[in-house]
């Protein structure tokens, strides 16, 4: 009885080992995924994160039911995964152009009464894989900021999607509602609608559009009862006139479980339509000027984050990059001045307002769609291309991405972090991106 009492006590500690060890595993595993995907990661930096949670020496998860702790050779294993790139769009832009991360640990579990036997120690070990995107995170305000200028009517021809512009944009919109949260994954359904939100909302989002609308009009984006009026770009913005199409909603899907977009929301009913057919309108009548449509957008979320703490601001911003409104486009500004607002400089203008919301805290991610490789007229003072300013808007070269296939596009603008040029699946690694790290089995190929 007591050799048998000594035994279970022995297997015990080799289990709650055991156990131990997967757990800082996978800890690790997910640490070095996170790694991977930060801007400017290595090698090192990735294997510093992983033992940083590893129950090394040292490691944050290092236990005395563990003896001579060690990461594998050969470990950690970064990797691209073509079932992360298809299935889940986790595209291979981490170190080495990978996308997840395997980590193997050995150990040593100290045993007692086997030392009748002449067994000192037993030997343990656990590999966990990680993928470096594709769990729900926090809640995310979303403000995406489409171009509506007349240019987004012509057809873009290429195999991509081989429609109107607007249609291709709107289109990748939603790819992203599909992959956004609205409510808690855990939830079967969201529960009841209150004005746009459900309860326990998770990603809220708002459309904001360029150039302005006026406010008398603006429902017709989303109710298809009659035409928008467009406003110009004054400064300052009247009260008659709208950047915001849609406010800040999170009834796009029924839930997180929900593959379908439901055409009861404002927004769906903008980007889509009830029949198939998006409300949203593109009618143009002024020039390119997107600085103060981005100053709108990130007061709105700096609004909305305040209503909802803990909540994190995103936005997207889908243009060609080519600012050229002339003066007359923008009463009340400055005509020569290069500094917001004016119609001089207007590219570096959009610049300085997608840098101040990155500074606030606002990741920006941006859309250079058919960029052209030249244009940027009006900053005379510091020459630049559309391409380059969607890219320097962008909070880093991991955020932004380029379809340069578009029709007027320059194959010289292309987005090296992130090389998609489909918008479906530029919107689907966006709203990828806005989740975490997650582990997935060993096995995935």
């Known amino acids: 009885m007591l050799g048998l009492a000594g035994l279970v006590f022995d297997m015990g500690l080799i289990y709650t080992a055991q156990l131990t060890l997967n757990s800082s595993t996978q800890a690790a595993a997910l640490a070095g995924a996170e790694a991977m995907a930060l801007p400017g990661a290595s090698q090192t930096s990735v294997a510093a994160a992983v033992q940083s949670l590893s129950s090394v020496s040292g490691g944050a998860n290092a236990s005395s039911l563990l003896t001579g702790a060690a990461i594998a050779s050969g470990y950690p294993a970064m990797s691209c995964l073509s079932t992360m790139s298809t299935t889940l769009a986790v595209s291979c832009y981490g170190v080495s152009s990978t996308n997840a991360i395997s980590v193997r640990q050995t150990a ?83 529960g009841t ?84 057919t998006p409300c949203l309108q593109v009618i143009g009548g002024y020039g390119t000027y997107y600085a103060q449509a981005i100053t709108s957008a990130q007061a709105a979320l700096v609004a909305e984050q305040i209503s909802f703490p803990g909540s994190k601001n995103v936005m997207i911003i889908l243009s060609d990059g080519d600012a050229s409104a002339s003066s007359s486009d923008m009463p009340g500004s400055s005509p020569t001045s290069g500094t917001y607002m004016s119609s001089a400089q207007e590219c570096h203008q959009a610049i300085t307002a997608a840098q101040n919301a990155a500074n606030a805290g606002t990741r920006v991610y941006t859309v250079a769609y058919g960029a052209a490789a030249s244009g940027c007229g009006t900053d005379t003072s510091s020459a630049i291309t559309p391409c380059q300013t969607m890219e320097r808007m962008a ?11 578009a029709t007027g596009g320059s194959s010289t603008c292309i987005a090296s972090s992130q090389p998609t040029t489909s918008l479906n699946q530029i919107f689907q690694s966006i709203g990828l991106d806005l989740t975490i790290s997650r582990l997935i089995p060993n096995n995935t190929t």
């Open 108 to 190: 040593s579990a100290p045993v007692y009464f086997l030392r009748l036997f002449g067994a000192g120690s037993f030997s343990l070990s656990a590999t966990a894989t990680a993928a470096m995107r594709g769990s729900t995170s926090s809640p995310y305000n979303v403000a995406i900021v489409l171009d509506t200028t007349h240019s987004m009517t012509s057809l873009d021809s290429a195999s991509n999607c081989s429609n109107t512009r607007i249609s291709c944009a709107l289109s990748g919109v939603q790819v992203l509602l599909k992959t956004l949260s609205p409510c808690s994954p855990a939830l079967s359904t969201c």
């Open 193 to 276: 609608v209150t004005n746009g939100n459900v309860p326990n909302s998770m990603d809220r989002v708002s459309l904001f559009v360029f150039p302005p609308v006026t406010t008398a009009t603006v429902s017709h984006e989303y109710d298809c009862t009659g035409t928008v009026t467009t406003a110009a770009y004054s400064y300052p913005l009247p009260a008659t006139a709208t950047y915001q199409a849609v406010g800040f909603v999170s009834d796009y899907r029924s839930s997180d479980r929900a593959s379908s977009l439901s055409t009861s929301s404002r927004l769906i009913a903008a980007v889509k339509g009830t029949s198939g």
């Open 395 to 405: 909070s880093s070269s991991t955020y932004f991405y380029s379809d340069y296939t």
